[in-house]
């Protein structure tokens, strides 16, 4: 997938599931579930096991979700990931040196960053979304909303600590998207093989997603009818 697909994909579904087992098979069966709950998208963290292998036999074998790499934090592991077939690259903090060679290589990338300096820094180096990472920790959604105030013009991704309660928060914060993790894939449901509630936890935050937006696009139109009927009133 190019990057302004994957992008594209990113703002329509508002949901980046973070993969986080021990095997290939469970990997798999968490990925199946996943889609089948209306997200396309898994993160392969490489802190698991053999992870840039789990990356390559998810994107030969599963092409109908995207597959990306998450904890990528020096150059060399990020040219691996992308030889391996990975989509999307994603880190819990910024190195700009991995920005800068995922915007060279035409692969979308989402860096951590967590201080206004950083979201600036990640911004202008070549990201496509920054992710605010542990946004949960700082104030959750009042965090979000207070970055978006003072930079309108970046596309930010909550993540870390985001919630089935605070989920649809994030979004009317502005939010473009939310990053999940065990929230929505949690390890009893893959060692037990609970992929119906996979599903179900994937299609509830889709959800939340879709019921924010609904709200915030009511808002515009409310305001912007108000608006004209105050400028009828006063010409």
Same mark, same amino acid.
């Given at each position: 997938?190019?990057?302004?697909?994957?992008?594209?994909?990113?703002?329509?579904?508002?949901?980046?599931?973070?993969?986080?087992?021990?095997?290939?098979?469970?990997?798999?069966?968490?990925?199946?579930?996943?889609?089948?709950?209306?997200i396309a998208i898994v993160e392969i963290t490489m802190?698991?096991?053999?992870?840039?292998k789990l990356i390559a036999h998810l994107a030969e074998h599963h092409d109908k979700i995207v597959v990306g790499a998450g904890t990528v934090l020096n150059t060399e592991m990020a040219q691996k990931? %992308?030889? #391996? @077939? /990975?989509?999307?690259?994603?880190?819990?903090g910024l190195n700009r040196r991995v920005v800068e060679f995922a915007a060279k290589s035409d692969i979308a990338v989402?860096?951590?960053?967590?201080?206004?300096?950083?979201?600036?820094?990640?911004w202008e180096a070549g990201s496509d979304f920054v992710k605010v990472f542990p946004?949960?920790?700082?104030?959750?959604?009042?965090?979000i909303?207070?970055?978006?105030?003072?930079?309108?013009?970046?596309p930010l991704i909550a993540a870390g600590g985001v919630t089935q309660f605070t989920a649809a928060?994030? %979004?009317? #914060? @502005? /939010?473009?998207?939310?990053?999940?993790?065990?929230?929505?894939?949690?390890?009893?449901?893959?060692?037990?093989?609970?992929?119906?509630?996979?599903?179900?936890?994937a299609q509830r935050f889709v959800g939340f997603v879709n019921d924010a937006r609904q709200r915030m696009a009511l808002r515009k139109g409310k305001a912007k009818t108000t608006k004209t009927d105050f400028l009828k009133l006063h010409n």
């Open positions: 997938m190019k990057r302004a697909e994957f992008c594209e994909l990113i703002r329509k579904i508002g949901v980046l599931p973070a993969v986080r087992v021990s095997s290939a098979e469970d990997a798999h069966f968490a990925a199946d579930a996943v889609m089948s709950g209306g802190t698991v096991p053999e992870a840039v990931c %992308i030889d #391996a @077939g /990975a989509c999307f690259l994603t880190s819990p989402l860096p951590g960053a967590l201080t206004p300096t950083e979201v600036i820094e990640a946004c949960a920790s700082v104030g959750g959604d009042k965090y909303k207070a970055l978006k105030t003072a930079l309108p013009q970046i928060n994030f %979004i009317l #914060a @502005g /939010a473009a998207a939310i990053g999940v993790g065990k929230e929505l894939i949690p390890d009893d449901a893959i060692e037990h093989r609970e992929a119906d509630r996979i599903r179900e936890l």
